[in-house]
């Protein structure tokens, strides 16, 4: 109770944030009002925009204010004949951070979880249909998360890419680079053995 | 770079608030895009009306979208005639919590820094003098931070006081309730000791 109705307001409408609690809100409420009053119009200019105009690309389904994001407008992209499925809009750019892929991507927005209602429709698998039917593509490269809903998701990619005859891999799990075997966990280890390759 | 530049706008307009770095800014773009667009949006608004309408308090100095503040326009505080002294607004919150105190405040909005340029007139202390003149004042509580900013602000304040002959206190430092005596500093201990009470 800040005695001010806007500043609680302002208290609660912080707390939306991940990771914010009401402590985090109030230092957050008071700095802006103290020290940045500029930048805090900015940020709500920039929510407001952001929540209004962006939408999902009608070909990858990753976030964007257009009808095709940057990747899918790009034609040099198509021509590599490679998707990467991946779970969510962080994954691409990753990915893109370490500029090895040059193909397109397909983002589920979330993974298989029938126990939540998320059955393969909900997470756009009828639109990779669509383009596995009509799109020229040579390999799909699943790169969903390793857990438990991320494999059975990648799976059932496979099932489908099975019937169109189109080359699936997975990306590999195993020790991270610069990790130190003492202190992976024993799934990690099993992945890296059943994984190994010729030196 | 997340190739939309909507996105890249919010996530670096997140980077105002204080703790928010670029991978937490990211994060909370895409989790507010993805899970909960409402509550952007009346952030984005009550951001714009707290930084549109909330000035200070014309006698307190506290934030208030108002002419005067809650308290400052609560004639039972008046009565006490205590003036609490203050840094900051979060400080008038913290004191208000204990429900303590019953008296009005004032919020210096920093403290005496003559290297920054900060003088008696930066942190308000000529309306303080208006206020110490004019207003029936019988004490006035001296609740600065004990740094050394805030014990030279509070010795001003104190030399003002003495004026006007009001008398003033300062509140107590010492070790913290719940405090365990061998993690306290040496400077808390000594505040401690010079400020020991009859038991």
Chains 1, 2 share one sequence.
Do not use: W
């Not at 964007?64 to 779970?87: D, F, G, K, M």
């Amino acid at each position: 109770m800040s005695h001010s109705p806007l500043i609680d307001e302002l208290i609660t409408a912080f707390k939306c944030l991940p990771g914010v609690g009401a402590k985090s809100a109030q230092r957050m409420t008071f700095n802006l009002l103290e020290r940045n009053r500029g930048g805090a119009l900015k940020l709500s200019q920039a929510l407001h925009n952001a929540m209004e105009h962006i939408n999902n690309c009608e070909q990858c389904r990753t976030f964007t204010e257009a009808q095709l994001c940057n990747l899918c407008n790009n034609p040099s992209r198509a021509e590599s004949q490679q998707i990467c499925i991946v779970e969510s809009p962080q994954d691409v750019l990753a990915i893109e951070q370490t500029s090895q892929f040059k193909g397109t991507y397909f983002v589920l927005m979330g993974h298989l979880s029938p126990i939540d209602g998320i059955g393969p429709n909900e997470i756009g698998l009828d639109i990779l249909a669509q383009r596995l039917q009509q799109d020229k593509i040579e390999e799909v490269i699943l790169a969903t998360n390793p857990t438990v809903e991320g494999e059975a998701t990648a799976h059932y990619i496979s099932q489908m890419c099975k019937k169109h005859s189109i080359r699936t891999t997975r990306i590999a799990h195993g020790v991270p680079v610069g990790g130190e075997l003492e202190y992976i966990d024993g799934n990690t280890l099993t992945h890296a053995f059943s994984g190994r390759r010729e030196f």
